[in-house]
Protein backbone atom coordinates (compact mmCIF):
# COMPACT_ATOMS: atom_id res chain seq x y z
CA UNK A 1 0.00 0.00 0.00
CA UNK A 2 1.45 3.60 -0.36
CA UNK A 3 1.89 5.91 2.46
CA UNK A 4 -0.84 7.89 0.94
CA UNK A 5 -3.62 5.13 1.40
CA UNK A 6 -1.82 4.15 4.75
CA UNK A 7 -2.42 7.45 6.27
CA UNK A 8 -5.94 7.66 5.41
CA UNK A 9 -6.64 4.12 6.77
CA UNK A 10 -5.39 5.16 9.49
CA UNK A 11 -7.17 8.60 10.02
CA UNK A 12 -10.41 6.51 8.96
CA UNK A 13 -10.02 4.60 11.70
CA UNK A 14 -10.28 7.51 13.50
CA UNK A 15 -13.12 8.55 12.69
CA UNK A 16 -11.89 11.11 9.71
CA UNK A 17 -14.51 11.63 6.89
CA UNK A 18 -12.12 13.54 4.61
CA UNK A 19 -10.41 9.68 4.79
CA UNK A 20 -13.15 7.43 3.97
CA UNK A 21 -14.31 9.82 1.17
CA UNK A 22 -11.02 9.51 0.31
CA UNK A 23 -10.98 6.09 0.46
CA UNK A 24 -13.89 5.52 -1.28
CA UNK A 25 -13.08 7.65 -4.08
CA UNK A 26 -9.86 5.78 -4.39
CA UNK A 27 -10.85 2.51 -4.74
CA UNK A 28 -14.52 3.00 -6.10
CA UNK A 29 -13.63 1.63 -9.48
CA UNK A 30 -12.24 -1.60 -8.49
CA UNK A 31 -14.91 -2.77 -6.70
CA UNK A 32 -17.95 -1.73 -8.56
CA UNK A 33 -16.21 -3.04 -11.97
CA UNK A 34 -15.67 -6.46 -9.77
CA UNK A 35 -19.27 -6.47 -8.86
CA UNK A 36 -20.68 -5.48 -12.50
CA UNK A 37 -18.70 -8.16 -13.91
CA UNK A 38 -20.22 -10.38 -11.49
CA UNK A 39 -23.98 -9.25 -11.76
CA UNK A 40 -24.00 -7.77 -15.32
CA UNK A 41 -26.57 -4.76 -13.79
CA UNK A 42 -25.14 -1.34 -13.30
CA UNK A 43 -28.10 -1.00 -10.35
CA UNK A 44 -26.91 -3.94 -8.42
CA UNK A 45 -23.27 -3.25 -8.67
CA UNK A 46 -23.72 -0.13 -7.32
CA UNK A 47 -25.93 -1.24 -4.21
CA UNK A 48 -23.33 -3.92 -3.72
CA UNK A 49 -20.30 -1.77 -3.88
CA UNK A 50 -22.13 1.28 -1.47
CA UNK A 51 -22.83 -1.94 0.93
CA UNK A 52 -19.55 -2.77 0.17
CA UNK A 53 -17.94 0.64 1.52
CA UNK A 54 -20.59 0.72 4.24
CA UNK A 55 -19.88 -2.23 5.86
CA UNK A 56 -16.20 -2.12 5.27
CA UNK A 57 -16.00 1.60 7.30
CA UNK A 58 -18.31 0.53 9.77
CA UNK A 59 -15.56 -2.49 10.55
CA UNK A 60 -12.85 -0.54 9.77
CA UNK A 61 -11.14 -1.31 12.90
CA UNK A 62 -11.11 -4.35 12.59
CA UNK A 63 -8.99 -4.37 9.21
CA UNK A 64 -5.06 -5.55 9.34
CA UNK A 65 -2.71 -3.23 7.70
CA UNK A 66 -0.97 -6.76 7.11
CA UNK A 67 -2.91 -6.98 4.23
CA UNK A 68 -3.75 -5.61 1.23
CA UNK A 69 -6.86 -2.90 1.58
CA UNK A 70 -8.25 -3.37 -1.54
CA UNK A 71 -8.42 -7.51 -1.13
CA UNK A 72 -10.44 -6.87 2.35
CA UNK A 73 -12.79 -4.73 -0.02
CA UNK A 74 -13.18 -6.85 -2.83
CA UNK A 75 -13.55 -9.82 0.16
CA UNK A 76 -16.41 -8.05 1.67
CA UNK A 77 -18.02 -7.24 -2.03
CA UNK A 78 -18.22 -10.75 -2.75
CA UNK A 79 -19.30 -11.87 0.53
CA UNK A 80 -21.99 -9.05 0.12
CA UNK A 81 -22.24 -10.70 -3.32
CA UNK A 82 -23.27 -13.92 -1.96
CA UNK A 83 -25.60 -13.32 0.15
CA UNK A 84 -27.31 -11.42 -2.28
CA UNK A 85 -27.34 -14.67 -4.74
CA UNK A 86 -28.80 -15.91 -2.12
CA UNK A 87 -31.79 -13.72 -1.34
CA UNK A 88 -32.70 -14.27 -5.19
CA UNK A 89 -32.59 -17.72 -4.49
CA UNK A 90 -34.62 -17.86 -1.43
CA UNK A 91 -37.31 -16.49 -3.73
CA UNK A 92 -37.59 -18.64 -6.15
CA UNK A 93 -38.30 -22.62 -6.12
CA UNK A 94 -36.87 -24.66 -8.75
CA UNK A 95 -39.11 -28.34 -9.90
CA UNK A 96 -37.69 -31.01 -12.17
CA UNK A 97 -40.17 -33.07 -13.08
CA UNK A 98 -39.24 -35.48 -15.85
CA UNK A 99 -36.19 -33.74 -16.84
CA UNK A 100 -38.46 -30.30 -17.64
CA UNK A 101 -37.42 -27.90 -15.23
CA UNK A 102 -40.04 -24.90 -13.62
CA UNK A 103 -39.23 -21.76 -11.76
CA UNK A 104 -42.21 -20.56 -9.58
CA UNK A 105 -41.88 -17.82 -7.21
CA UNK A 106 -42.99 -17.94 -4.19
CA UNK A 107 -45.74 -16.07 -3.01
CA UNK A 108 -44.55 -12.77 -1.31
CA UNK A 109 -48.39 -11.09 -0.81
CA UNK A 110 -48.26 -9.89 2.82
CA UNK A 111 -51.70 -11.01 4.88
CA UNK A 112 -53.72 -7.99 6.68
CA UNK A 113 -51.51 -8.36 9.79
CA UNK A 114 -48.26 -8.10 7.89
CA UNK A 115 -50.18 -5.15 5.88
CA UNK A 116 -50.40 -3.49 9.16
CA UNK A 117 -47.22 -3.98 10.40
CA UNK A 118 -45.45 -3.48 7.86
CA UNK A 119 -47.41 0.36 7.61
CA UNK A 120 -46.44 0.66 11.43
CA UNK A 121 -42.54 -0.08 10.19
CA UNK A 122 -43.21 2.33 7.55
CA UNK A 123 -44.49 5.16 9.82
CA UNK A 124 -41.60 4.48 12.33
CA UNK A 125 -39.16 4.87 9.39
CA UNK A 126 -40.13 8.52 8.19
CA UNK A 127 -40.02 9.47 11.81
CA UNK A 128 -36.20 8.07 11.91
CA UNK A 129 -36.00 9.86 8.48
CA UNK A 130 -37.27 13.35 9.47
CA UNK A 131 -34.75 13.54 12.46
CA UNK A 132 -31.89 13.51 9.77
CA UNK A 133 -30.49 16.90 8.34
CA UNK A 134 -32.93 17.74 5.04
CA UNK A 135 -29.89 16.78 2.87
CA UNK A 136 -29.89 13.52 4.09
CA UNK A 137 -33.50 13.31 3.95
CA UNK A 138 -33.53 14.18 0.10
CA UNK A 139 -30.95 11.86 -0.71
CA UNK A 140 -32.96 8.36 1.60
CA UNK A 141 -35.64 10.04 -0.64
CA UNK A 142 -34.93 10.44 -4.11
CA UNK A 143 -33.01 6.62 -3.54
CA UNK A 144 -35.72 4.75 -1.68
CA UNK A 145 -39.06 6.08 -2.38
CA UNK A 146 -38.41 7.46 -5.39
CA UNK A 147 -36.12 4.71 -6.50
CA UNK A 148 -33.53 7.18 -8.37
CA UNK A 149 -30.67 5.55 -9.58
CA UNK A 150 -26.95 7.28 -8.70
CA UNK A 151 -26.78 9.32 -11.74
CA UNK A 152 -30.11 10.48 -11.42
CA UNK A 153 -29.77 11.86 -8.26
CA UNK A 154 -26.45 13.59 -9.04
CA UNK A 155 -28.41 15.34 -11.82
CA UNK A 156 -31.02 15.89 -9.48
CA UNK A 157 -28.95 17.30 -7.14
CA UNK A 158 -26.69 18.75 -9.62
CA UNK A 159 -23.61 16.96 -7.95
CA UNK A 160 -20.89 14.65 -8.63
CA UNK A 161 -21.66 10.63 -8.30
CA UNK A 162 -19.20 10.16 -6.35
CA UNK A 163 -20.57 12.45 -3.68
CA UNK A 164 -24.05 11.50 -3.98
CA UNK A 165 -22.76 7.63 -2.91
CA UNK A 166 -20.97 8.90 -0.06
CA UNK A 167 -23.63 11.02 1.35
CA UNK A 168 -25.79 8.08 0.54
CA UNK A 169 -23.65 5.97 2.73
CA UNK A 170 -23.35 8.53 5.41
CA UNK A 171 -26.96 9.20 5.53
CA UNK A 172 -28.33 5.21 5.67
CA UNK A 173 -25.30 5.28 8.57
CA UNK A 174 -27.07 7.84 10.58
CA UNK A 175 -30.02 6.66 9.96
CA UNK A 176 -29.27 3.00 11.17
CA UNK A 177 -27.44 4.69 14.15
CA UNK A 178 -31.11 6.85 14.87
CA UNK A 179 -32.89 3.22 14.37
CA UNK A 180 -30.32 1.34 16.82
CA UNK A 181 -31.59 4.66 19.35
CA UNK A 182 -35.13 3.53 19.61
Known amino acids: MSETVDKHINQAKEGNQTAFRFLFNHYWDAIYFYMYKKTANEDE ?39 HLRKQKKNTISIDKDNKEAYFLLDESLSPEDKIIAEQNLIVLLACIKKLKPHYQEIINLRYFKEYAYREIATELNEPINTVKVKLLRARKLLAEIIQEK
Open 45 to 83: AEDITVKTFAKAFDKINTFNEAYSFKSWLMAISKNLYID
